[in-house]
């Protein structure tokens, strides 16, 4: 089969793949995925290191290291060390998935925020773009990428974006690429396929961020990269193209923003 489709958001290290692991690349590989972009972050930050052997095994597999919004509360010097030693692997391709969570508030506020700005400096450092997740934050989330992370010039990705139109056009401004997941599919989000149609072509990505947000006609079941052929048909239609079509617009963006073969 031809592999013309991506997942730029998975957790392929979360313990919900550990019985079938091999099976769910295996699958992704004939469902036609050329990328995958297994993200560190869901785990603990003494976790951070998970994605990669996950990485080093498949050709099409990379990665990325960070500390979770959720989890800004354990965020020690260690860790920032350790984000640093991780950075340099071959196979990391950014920082993330980092950003600010008030949806859950499982960290405080403020710590989230100062963690996120230390996270920022980190990638700063190691010239690496940023992968963002947001809920309910944008306005604060505005606020620190234009202050500490617009000048830098790497830009990054808004992963499973949830926001307005507005909201992605700032992040198009500066340097970022919108990544839509399974929540696209989902009857209630007429919302979310609006701000979809308006973003330009070269700038979307596709990802499942499984192994939740299982697409239509999956929700409920576990989410595995597979099923980011829904997610692309979704965007195909909300553009007027073939879902081979989208899935290839996707994968140049993703190739040309990491450098990577088309």
Known sequence: MNQF???????????????????????????????????????TPDQLAAPIPIAETHDSIYA????????????RDAHADEIRKLAAHPKVLAIGEIGLDYYYDRSPREVQKRVLIRQLELARELKRPVIIHCRDAWA????????????????GILHC???????????????????????VTF?????????ARAIPLDRVLTETDCPYLAPVPYRGKRNEPAFVREVTG??????NLRAEEMGRNALENFARFFRLKP
């Open 234 to 239: 979704q965007l195909a239609a909300l553009h």
């Open 161 to 183: 974006f949830t926001g307005t139109r507005d909201d992605a056009w700032r992040f198009l401004d500066w340097g970022f690429l919108i990544s839509f997941a399974g929540n």
């Open 5 to 43: 489709f991506l997942d730029s958001h998975c957790h392929l290290d979360d313990s919900d793949f550990d019985p079938d692991r091999a099976a769910v690349i295996e699958r992704a590989r004939a469902a036609g995925l050329r990328y995958l972009l297994t993200v560190g972050g869901t785990g």
């Open 64 to 75: 990325s290291v960070g500390v979770h919004p959720h989890e800004s509360r354990q965020f």
């Open 140 to 155: 604060d989330l505005a606020t620190i990428i234009e202050a500490e992370w617009r000048s830098v010039g790497l830009g």
């Open 187 to 195: 009857k209630n989000a007429e919302n979310l396929r609006s701000a």
